[in-house]
């Protein structure tokens, strides 16, 4: 019996990661400039990345493993954001545009 909780919780994070990857690949794609892109990557594409992660470490049923899996999820929690937010205002000091549908520049005083 433990063994499909253990099997169906695997499947749900698994699924749900891989959504959410699909996700941020579309976003990068689709998305009209080089600010949205980030932002689809370092949202969807962390939570993708961490709930696979976590799906890994829940599989392997050592705790070793699911212990690196956690801190590979917490340094995508923490690094993603902000490496992104750098990368966006550098991009914006380079002078790469807005896209046209963009209302508010935050970046402008900076």
Do not use: C
Request: hydrophobic share 60%.
């Amino acid at each position: 019996m433990m063994a499909w909780i253990v099997a169906g919780l695997v499947v749900a994070l698994t699924i749900t990661g891989a959504i959410f990857s699909l996700i941020a690949a579309i976003g990068l794609n689709r998305l009209p400039d080089v600010y949205t892109r980030m932002h689809a990557a370092s949202k969807a594409g962390t939570v993708g990345s961490g709930l696979l992660l976590l799906a890994v470490g829940i599989h392997s049923m050592e705790i070793a493993t699911l212990a690196r899996a956690l801190a590979g999820f917490f340094f995508f929690i923490l690094t993603a954001p902000v490496s992104a937010h750098l990368l966006a205002m550098a991009a914006h000091k380079a002078g790469y545009p807005l896209a046209v549908k963009s209302v508010v520049d935050d970046l402008k005083q900076i």
